[in-house]
């Protein structure tokens, strides 16, 4: 069950200026598939879309990964994300994450960060919206404001951003232009 919160979780996602999240078992499925000379990841198309439409109404993108993969910076770079963070055990991913806001000049209550296992339980009780992906484990699911439908690299990121672009008046210009 997700944490109770005394703001409302359409004020948490008005609020939000900086979209965070986990990558494998997120932006994933959490499989890898690794053999010859390099390691495979699939990455759901709807997801990418929803980060593109993200970054072109004003928000700020990043991912934070313990676990580093050229994979994923393909990913990254492909998205023109703001932020791709692969930190290995050098600093935890609450550490990065400060880091990060400090640089930015953001708090954390400007936040919304997504992750689905218990490396990401830091970020997730800091965050102003946290989320956990439908098939996160109890633990982060026990520390979110918000457990999306779907489960991670199924479209979970999309489902996130749609809401925080719909609470933020930002959804409905895409729909017009699209519909054109």
């Known amino acids: 069950m997700a944490k109770q919160t005394k703001l409302s979780l359409k004020a948490r996602l008005s609020r939000i200026k900086l979209f965070l999240c986990d990558v494998d078992g997120v932006l994933t499925d959490g499989t890898v598939f690794i053999g010859a000379e390099r390691e495979l990841k699939q990455f759901n198309i709807r997801d990418g879309l929803g980060i593109v439409l993200a970054l072109r109404a004003g928000l700020k993108v990043g991912w934070v990964s313990a ?3 050229l994979a994923t910076k393909l990913r990254a770079d492909e998205l023109k994300i703001d932020f ?9 991913k609450t550490g990065a994450i400060e880091q990060l806001l400090a640089r930015e000049r953001l708090n954390w209550s400007e936040v919304c960060f997504v992750g689905d296992d218990i490396v990401d339980l830091g970020p997730l009780t800091r965050a102003g919206l946290a989320v956990a992906v439908g098939d996160a484990l109890p633990e982060p699911r026990a520390a979110a404001h918000l457990v999306t439908k779907a489960p991670g690299g199924r479209g979970a990121v999309r489902e996130v951003l749609e809401m925080i672009l719909q609470a933020q008046g930002k959804w409905q210009p895409f729909v017009k ?3 054109a």
């Open 84 to 92: 791709l963070v692969q930190q290995g055990d050098n600093i935890s």
């Open 177 to 179: 232009h699209y519909s």
């Open 67 to 69: 676990r580093p993969s």
